[in-house]
Every structure is written in structure tokens, then in C-alpha cells.
């Protein structure tokens, strides 16, 4: 008698995994066998039901039966396998395009034969393009079940997965596994939930008429009780995770750093404005963290525009005060140089000192700032390059990071740990444009506190925006053309899909080449990340000073470029970007009191995500909206710029379908938040190692 695989037992002691198995299973976060049991289908196929081939239309998701005619290797361009199967009511061919030689032999005159998949109407009469098929024998039955379909990456065959998951299953239901129920009997009664090995089977092999039947997991309606009893235990474990994060913030150590008025008072009365309601308000939210002794983690959410750097200023204006350090960084060197001007003017004249480092800075002008840093410099301005080992701070008050969702979550706990200095953590001010919707924020960000700029300073006007074929090209350049004479300032964005530098810089050029000589007139500027960061700057400024009048850009600018004075925007190839990068570049104009418009001009035809994408980009310019449909466009790993980092990435849990459950984890982890086993064995199974990432 063989031994049945246990729970934590490698998958390799599955039958059929060999080497190159487990490294496609492990690319899926698959290593155990338990692992294999929360990799759960996608969606199921009815293949209960022969239909006879003589009843079968294009379109049909059918299982047929019937006896193999003829099969043949035709070469076209490439070799298919083309097998035709009768079953006495007709006839239907079978394509595929990749087979293997034994494949093809497998497949003679005569063999009896399933097929399942979708029926096409060839020009020969019906066909299904590569079927999932299986030799039959006689006497085999019919299936009860609904089969199911699982996620998988190259390389694993829809067999393999049921080979794998039948022995996980087998398992599972010998009460081999040892998967613990984490859930108190009482909140599975009340919500009416299964148990988790009920669930499991149920969700590995429905019955044939399950109401899983038709559903599939990326619909938006996908509910049953067995997936919801695995999502509301995903979710907890986050939740958790998260609390248990929370209280290990609470326990660390800051130092307090109280307002300094008259410093405040000299920084305000130089400002050409006034602080808006809503700057003020988070002002004091902030300066009322930094009063506390426990470090501050906040995050600074506003639309674009809204005048966050102000709030920064006077964020960082205590803590120096006191003899502290401030480290202000920024994803792009453009916007970490914009930040530097502007930090070193406004407050040279209240005598901070401010240092500035990049990956460009190198040589003696590095050691200088270096040890400028180390030796007590008050504002520290740069790139993800102060995030570097050989950076060393001498006493680290606040750490501010701009345009958080640039960052991965790496480099954030790299700067917070880098400023962990005897006993006491630096306070944390995170800045985004990116408006975090409600359920994410709940979810994503349970451990920070998160202060609002609702409110744009006076004089703004939405921008217009329309969105336009690229064969009217000629006319937007004439619009642009005209405005510019006219005195206004425009933007033109070239942009790819690809994240090359290089390329973007040369699709700048061309364009930048093709525009004057169409408008041999106008004085047009070229910025991209490619120039010398003194070329950077001098083009920039004379963009400022109006003596540019267009300036052909790549992506460069999407964050933080402020030039009031620039009201007009042409986004080439707008079909191609995310919808936050959109409102991110569109949020460059519309800064001054000018009445200000974005042309997205676009290459048909469309699909339809880029479709949407587009109309939204024309309905509002509220930030928020945005966010929101971007995130039902995306998912969430993206919108907060965290998927290649692997937090917040859920297996089952999807945030907008299961917002309503998502409400109910606050609640339900009352009954669980005491229970530290319990606790703790649920974010192991769910998040295993994860939990450091999320901190940061
Ligand atoms: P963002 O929140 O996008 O970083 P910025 O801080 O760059 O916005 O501010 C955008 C523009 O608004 C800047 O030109 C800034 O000087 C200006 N600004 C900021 N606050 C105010 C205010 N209260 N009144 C008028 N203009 C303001
Ligand atoms: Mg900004």
C-alpha cells in the first residue's frame, strides 16, 4: 500500500512532477501539496452531455464521441495535425497545431475517440481547434462531474492539473492532509458557509449540476458559498496580517517633534498664496503625528495639482527646526530635481541647507554629499539613490516620498530601515496622486493613516479633453500651432508601450524633428531621460520662463512637472497608456487660471479596455473616478504599483466583486483577533511570508 502525500510534503513526491513541473508549479506559488489544493479551477466545463456530432452548431462548447476516419499531418506554412472523427450523425475535423510525434501516432484510423471544445464552421463543415480530447475505452462512464478548468502557465497541461490535484484531493479527503479548519464553527453557521474541506472538493469537483456550472471566476458575479468561505478566510488573514502590523507600529519608537512657529510663520509669509482649507487641515494632521512619539505613517492623498510639495515644506519645517534630518525623495530624476529647485529656494531664505543626490551625481560631488548627509545636512533631496547601502543619514527625523505609487515596497522599508537609529524610527509621510479607492485603502493600507487634499486652489478649470484619430493629426498640430502664437504654452507626450528609455527618447526626436519642420516658426523644446540631467534642467526652465513655446516630451514628465503657465497637451498614441498614467500626464496642464485642454489622440481601432479608458479620460477629471475604474480595469496589484512585488496580490479575493465581504472582515476578525494560533496559522496559509512586504 502506498502512502497518501501529506499537507506540507513537497509536490515532488507527487506522481508525474518531475523537475521541470515543480519549477512551472513553483512560478505559481505552488510548493506544497496544500499549495495545490488552494490552486483552485477558473472556471468548469459541462462534459457530462455527448451531443451527436449531426446536432452540433458553430459556437456549441460540446463534448462529442466518435471514431477517428482519418487522420493526417498536412504542411502549410507550419505542420497541423487534422483528424477527422464520425459518430454516424456526422462528421467534424479535429486541428492542432502543435503535437507531438507520438501525439499524432496516438491518433490513427479507428480510434475511439472524445472531444471536447468549441465548435467552429470551417469551410469544409465543423471543426474544433485544438480540443481537449481523450481516447475512450469501452465501458468507460460518462462523468458525473463538471470538469474543471485551472489556471496554469506553460507547459501544464489541463491533465496534469487534474493528475495533480486528484492526488492532493485523494489526500484530502482520506484526512491525510491535516488541513486545519481556521474558521470557529459559530461564524460558519451564522454566514451559512461550508467547511473548508467541503469547500475544497465542492470548488476541485463540482457536481455535474452544481450552479458552479456556468460560472467562470473572472466574471463580476461569481459567488457560492464555497468560493466565499475560502475568499472571507483570505481576507481575514490579510486583515489580520495587517492588525498585527499595526500593533507592531504602535510599539516603536519616534521622536516628538513639536511646531515651531515662528520658522512656519517666515516659510508662510513668503508664499505667493494662501494654504487652501484643505492643505491646512492635513497640515495640522501631520504636525499632530509628529508631536507623538511613535513614528508617523501617513499617507498624503491628492489629485494632481492640489499643492502637496507646499505641505511637505511645512511638514519638514519641525523636524529640522529641531536639529533633525528631512530625506524628500522622488521616483524620477526630473521630478526629484524639480523638488530640489524648489525646496532650495524657498527655503535657502530661511537658512536650511539642502543636499541633492542622484545615481548622476558621482565622483567627488558624491563623496561631498555624502558626507554632508552624514554629518547632519537638513534636507536631503533625491532619487531611489538615497535608498542606497552606502547612504548614511546621521539622524534621520522624516522620511517623505513622493509619488508613492512609482516605488516599489522594497525601496520604502529600505528608507524607513535606513533611518532606524538608537531605538527611535523616523516618521513617515507618503505622498500620492493616486487616489487609493475606499476598498483598497481599507485592505491595502490598514496600517497607515491617510489625511485628504479635497480641494484644487482656487482659479483651476477642468481640463477639456477629447479624444482624436490620429489621421486628424494635421489639424491638431494647426490647433496647437495657432494657440502657441497666440502666447499659450503647450505639452506634446510621446509615448510607448514598451518601458524603453531609448525608444521613447528616439520616438521624441521624430517627432520633435517632424513638428518643426512644420512649424519652423515656433520655438520647440525636446525633454526626454535620456539628456544630461544640465540639458534636463536648462530646457525645463526656459519651458518656465515662456521662451519655449512647445515642448515635445516623453513620459518623463508624468509626475510632478509644474509649469502653470502650460494649458495645452497632446498625448500621441493615448490608446496605449494606463488610465492613471493619463490622468497623471493630463494633470501637467490645467495648473494656471487659462482655460486648459488635452487632445488624446489615438490609432484605431480600438479595443474596447482602451476604449473605455478613453471615454472616462473624457468624462471627468476627477482623480478619484479614475482610480476607481482603473482599478476595475487593472485589479488592485497594479493600481498600487505592487505586482511584481507580490503584496496585496490575492489568490482568490477580488476587491471589487467581493467588496461586500470585504466590508464584513472587520468585523468577523473581532471574534479571532485574541486568538494568536489561530491568527497566526491563517496568515501562514494565506500569505506565508508576505507579511514583511506589507509593512513597508
Ligand atoms: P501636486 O499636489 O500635484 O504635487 P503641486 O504641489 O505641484 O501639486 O502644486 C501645483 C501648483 O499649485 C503649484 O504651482 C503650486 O505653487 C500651486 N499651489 C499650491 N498650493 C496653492 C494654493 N493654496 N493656492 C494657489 N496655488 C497653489
Ligand atoms: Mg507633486
Avoid at 531664505?349 to 558621482?362: A, F, Q
Avoid at 477580488?654 to 468577523?668: E, G, K, M, S
Wanted: charged share 25%; proline share 4%; net charge neutral.
Amino acid at each position: 500500500m502506498t502512502t497518501l502525500p501529506r499537507l506540507n510534503d513537497s509536490v515532488r513526491v507527487l506522481r508525474g512532477v518531475g523537475p521541470g513541473m515543480q519549477d512551472g508549479l513553483k512560478k505559481l506559488g505552488i510548493e506544497s501539496v496544500a499549495d495545490l489544493l488552494f490552486h483552485l479551477p477558473l472556471r468548469y466545463e459541462d462534459r457530462s452531455q455527448k451531443k451527436a456530432i449531426g446536432d452540433c452548431r458553430p459556437g456549441d462548447r460540446v463534448l462529442i464521441e466518435g471514431i477517428i476516419e482519418h487522420s493526417a499531418i498536412v504542411r502549410h506554412r507550419r505542420a497541423m495535425l487534422v483528424v477527422t472523427l464520425s459518430d454516424g450523425s456526422g462528421m467534424l475535423t479535429l486541428r492542432f497545431f502543435n503535437f507531438h510525434a507520438a501525439q499524432a501516432r496516438s491518433l490513427g484510423r479507428g480510434v475511439s475517440l472524445q472531444a471536447f471544445g468549441e465548435i467552429r464552421g470551417g469551410g469544409r463543415g465543423l471543426e474544433m481547434i485544438h480540443p481537449s480530447y481523450q481516447r475512450t475505452v469501452d465501458g468507460d462512464e460518462d462523468e458525473a462531474q463538471l470538469t474543471p478548468i485551472y489556471p496554469s502557465t506553460e507547459g501544464i497541461r489541463q491533465a496534469s492539473w487534474m493528475n495533480l490535484s486528484n492526488q492532493a484531493l485523494e489526500s484530502l479527503k482520506q484526512d491525510k492532509t491535516e488541513l486545519t479548519e481556521l474558521l470557529p464553527a459559530s461564524l460558519l453557521k451564522q454566514h451559512q458557509l461550508p467547511g473548508l474541506k467541503a469547500a475544497l472538493l465542492t470548488l476541485h469537483r463540482p457536481e455535474v449540476d452544481s450552479e458552479l456550472a456556468n460560472m467562470n471566476r473572472e466574471d463580476e458575479n461569481f459567488h457560492h458559498p464555497a468560493r466565499d468561505r475560502l475568499v472571507v478566510e483570505e481576507l481575514l488573514a490579510h486583515h489580520l496580517s495587517m492588525r498585527r502590523i499595526q500593533q507592531q507600529q504602535q510599539r516603536r519608537q519616534a521622536l516628538a517633534f513639536s511646531q515651531h512657529s515662528s520658522l512656519e510663520e517666515n516659510f508662510l509669509s513668503q508664499l505667493p498664496f494662501q494654504l487652501t482649507a484643505a492643505q491646512a487641515r492635513v497640515v495640522a494632521e501631520i504636525q499632530q503625528d509628529l508631536g507623538r512619539t511613535q513614528p508617523m505613517m501617513r499617507l498624503l492623498q491628492g489629485d494632481v495639482g492640489c499643492g502637496k510639495t507646499v505641505v511637505a515644506a511645512l511638514s519638514a519645517l519641525p523636524v529640522i527646526a529641531a536639529g533633525y534630518q528631512v530625506a524628500i525623495t522622488a521616483p524620477t530624476e526630473l521630478l526629484a530635481e524639480q523638488h530640489r529647485d524648489y525646496f532650495s529656494q524657498t527655503l535657502k531664505p530661511l537658512g536650511i541647507e539642502t543636499v541633492w543626490l542622484s545615481s548622476r551625481v558621482t565622483g567627488k560631488a558624491r563623496e561631498h554629499a555624502l558626507n554632508a548627509i552624514a554629518s547632519g545636512a537638513a534636507l536631503v533631496i533625491g532619487t531611489h539613490a538615497l535608498m542606497q547601502k552606502s547612504v548614511e543619514f546621521k539622524q534621520l527625523g522624516l522620511v517623505i516620498i513622493d509619488e508613492q505609487h512609482r516605488f516599489g515596497v522594497h525601496q520604502r522599508l529600505a528608507l524607513r530601515e535606513k533611518g532606524q537609529a538608537g531605538g527611535h524610527w523616523p516618521h513617515q509621510l507618503i505622498m500620492t496622486a493616486t487616489p487609493i479607492p475606499r476598498t483598497l485603502a481599507m485592505t491595502a493600507y490598514a496600517g497607515l493613516q491617510i489625511s485628504v487634499i479635497d480641494e484644487l486652489p482656487p482659479g483651476r478649470t477642468a481640463v477639456t479633453t477629447v479624444a482624436i484619430d490620429q489621421q486628424r493629426r494635421e489639424q491638431v498640430i494647426k490647433r496647437i500651432a495657432y494657440a502657441c502664437r497666440e502666447g499659450r504654452q503647450a505639452y506634446w507626450v510621446c509615448t510607448l508601450i514598451e518601458e524603453s528609455e531609448l525608444l521613447e527618447a528616439q520616438a521624441a526626436e521624430d517627432t520633435a524633428r517632424q513638428l518643426l519642420e512644420e512649424l519652423p516658426d515656433l520655438n520647440i523644446g525636446l525633454v526626454h531621460g535620456r539628456l544630461k540631467p544640465a540639458e534636463k534642467s536648462a530646457i525645463m526652465d526656459a519651458f518656465r520662463s515662456g521662451e519655449i513655446k512647445l515642448l515635445v516630451a516623453t513620459t518623463v514628465i508624468e509626475v510632478g512637472v509644474d509649469v502653470p503657465n502650460a494649458s495645452l497637451m497632446v498625448i500621441d498614441n493615448a490608446e496605449r497608456l494606463g488610465l492613471s498614467q493619463l490622468h497623471q500626464l493630463r494633470g501637467r496642464v490645467g495648473r494656471g487660471s487659462e482655460q486648459s485642454s488635452c487632445v488624446l489622440l489615438f490609432k484605431p481601432p480600438l479595443g474596447e479596455t482602451a476604449r473605455a479608458r478613453l471615454d472616462i479620460m473624457r468624462a471627468t477629471n476627477d482623480g478619484f473616478r479614475i482610480a476607481e475604474k482603473d482599478l476595475e480595469l487593472r485589479g488592485p496589484g497594479e493600481v498600487l504599483g505592487t505586482r511584481q512585488t507580490g503584496a496585496l496580490q490575492f489568490r482568490l479575493a477580488d476587491l471589487a466583486r467581493d467588496a461586500t465581504l470585504i466590508q464584513q472582515v472587520p468585523q468577523l476578525a473581532e471574534s479571532l483577533i485574541n486568538d494568536k494560533q489561530r491568527s497566526d496559522a491563517l496568515i501562514a496559509r494565506w500569505l506565508g511570508n508576505a507579511e514583511r512586504y506589507a509593512e513597508a
